[in-house]
């Protein structure tokens, strides 16, 4: 069978002769996936093995059971494969086709890649952090080791002039035609108001009526997740009995895989139900018909949690263009779209690259495990964000992966070491320790394989289900598991000491800062060392419980949804994290009491396992309580007539800052022996006047005197606090054959005193800053009216000249 990217298959070979590096762009169906790897090794510079790169398990070992195929072969031969759960090479193999993180992990152990002529990066507009940071390390082989390694990036929608010009000045780019079956584009509109599998499944049963008469006419449709695969095959089962529906994705088994991208055996039209798994790369048999939900599903880093979550959200234009062309990739065929065509331009161009929404945590370790501590010097179509970077250095330093200039510690390098994110191998390895790292490293993939175990949150149950599950991807898990498990023991040495007992102990040392307790008698809510909260369905099983280490959680920093764990002891977190538990000695401020509380906590993280009184508190700190709080509001507490007299003088020692500086020398001596601040006023004084010299005692004295002393020989404290101070209350008699107006300060910037004058029964008359004005001004009225009311007291005409005294009239004849 020819296939059109064969036409350009000479162009491409003189280019690989020529120089390193080419990019090809091909449109789907092209054949570029199955047609050039086997074209290169034939070459005269190709004596070992091409390597192509797939983003997917599935879209691996179909491509590599196809090009064995067309040799007449089968994988294993010629054409070889590895995936994390299945693997067939030989002696023989020349072309394995492998998963972007198999390559990853195999360049990170191996630099130079002994035994590899050229290595093909296919899909690589998928972007996936794996595919970039592989491109990365093979650029940095290329040009430090192996200067005659070829290096090919292909895809469908590519900017190959930006990959040309990341790989190389020189670096030609191929573009091959694709087969010209006619495609037509059906939009159906969306209606936010159904569930997208109730959409789904008109959809389907449409597209079924509409494209009866086509040849082929086999049905792919495009969905988020598994789940809603599950949902829309319940609905289309009770429509279309006896019609093969069936699911593609990641989960299923490599037998159910194969059955759906074959064309059924029994020459039966068919509904295949899929996630992006089938967006590329993949051919479907017999598909002419494609309906898209628009919808796709990508992990999002959280950098707040620490922690990956699925956020749904509208697929983009590039991706959709993808998806409608399986259905024109053997025939004519037809696309429905479950949105409307006015909307397709607002959709985002491309997805994101991973590099710049994902954990980073896998790359930097990766990267530091070869030396490379800045991940800036590499060559990147699009460099990992600095804050992404520096929250993985963060949580691998956590790990123990990382030392504190970020150089890979003995840890990290037997973290660095298995083929799985740092959190799970820490996981495997700390059961490794405690002589348990087949188990630990079971329960290390269950967290990865979803499918495994059967659905549920509790990972005990999942695991024991999967214990006793027989048929193919279980009992490869299991092989894979134990492969993990070996290689583990050969790395830590077992120590006596270790915790152990079951996987959830060391998924609690791997990931401390989730283990959670119960908030709330339902079980619904939970509190984490980490500080985050999480939410729990309450009928879950695991709700009962009172602690958890959870492996898994989907949704935002807070409350997200706990979707795998292990049910855990309180004796048991003692026992596994017993070295992360600190007693704190915290003091708190009761406000209502206005005095320090002592309390001790042992804690993990944010959680707190006891608590109750200290009874030996820190003195120091709670004296340095007590004057935060004496100096937080002087107000309440500090003699403000004392303040304000200090202020009105110009005297700077009582001013707030000079206070707090102050505070050493006049107020920790006051609460040395106490827990609260109902210190008497006297001694507060007393302390802040030892605070002044003795020329600033007299000056404020002098220019803020705290009495008022009457020509009648009476005394009157002087309010320097109040809205007019400084002021004085005084009755009017006592400033008899007084003529000039008191006035306090220093001089040149002395400020009258506000006279408050009242009768003999203390009652107001009047207030005045200006006393001989009043003697000579409104006096006779006040004098008229107060010989009325008390006829047995002096009104003179002319009080400036009057001695002063509070006598009665007849008193003050008798005194003379």
Known sequence: MSLPVQEILPDLLAALRAGPNAVLVAPPGAGKTTAVPPALIDQPWCSGQVWVLSPRRVAARAAAERMAQMLNEKPGETIGYRTRMDSKTGAKTRVVVMTEAIFVNAIAQDPELAGVSAVLFDEAHERHLDSDLGLALALQTQEVLREDLRLLVMSATIDGARFAALMGPDTPVLESAGKAWPLELRWLGSDPARRIEDRMASALLTAWRETANEPGGDILAFLPGVGEIERVRERLEERLAGTPILPLHGQCEPAAQREAIRKDAQGRRRIVLATAIAETSLTLDGVSVVVDSGLSRHATFDVAAGTSHLVTRQSSRAASDQCAGRAARQQAGTAYRLWEEAAHAGRPAYDPPEITTADLAPLVLTLARIGERDPAALRWLDGPPAALVSGARERLRALGALDADNRVTPFGE????????????????????AGEAEAAARLALLLQERALGGRGEDLH??????DGQGGGKPEQARKLAAGWARRAATIVERCRHAPGGHPGLHLALAMPGHVARRRDASGENWISAGGRGFILDPTSPLARGEWLAIGDAQGQAKGARITAAWPLEEAEVEQALGRQIERRHLLRWNAGEQRVEARQERRLGAITLATGPDPDPDAEAIVDLLVEKLLEDPAKHLPQALLARARHAGIDAFAPEALAGSAELWARPLLGKRRDLKLPKGALTDALLNLLDWDQRQ??????????????????????????????????QALFGLDRHPMIGPKGQDTPLLLHLTSPAGRPLQATRDLPGFWRGSWADVAKDMKGRYPRHRWPDRPWEEAPSLKTKNAFERGR
């Open 414 to 433: 037997a973290l660095a070491s298995l083929p799985m994110d740092p959190v799970h191998g820490a996981l495997v390895l700390h059961g490794a320790r």
């Open 699 to 732: 000056a404020l004295d002098r220019l803020a005197p705290r009495e008022f002393v009457t020509p009648a020989g009476t005394h009157h404290a002087i309010d320097y606090e109040s809205d007019g101070a400084p002021q004085v209350e005084v009755r009017v």
């Open 461 to 466: 149950q999942r695991l024991m289900r999967w």
